[in-house]
């Protein structure tokens, strides 16, 4: 099964959401589900 992962763009809108006081608790679960899904990236040296 090929390996899936949350693209930057949907990761940095589920960040958003994430810090927006004004979003659901639904929203807020699956924003934290698509951040987990996210590869780790990969810092420059």
């Given at each position: 099964?090929?390996?899936?992962?949350?693209?930057?763009?949907?990761?940095?809108?589920?960040?958003?959401?994430?810090?927006?006081?004004?979003?659901?608790?639904?929203?807020?679960?699956?924003?934290?589900?698509?951040?987990?899904?996210?590869?780790?990236?990969?810092?420059k040296k």
């Open positions: 099964m090929p390996k899936k992962a949350t693209s930057p763009r949907a990761a940095k809108a589920a960040s958003k959401v994430l810090r927006d006081g004004r979003t659901s608790k639904a929203s807020k679960t699956a924003a934290g589900s698509a951040l987990s899904q996210r590869e780790k990236s990969r810092k």
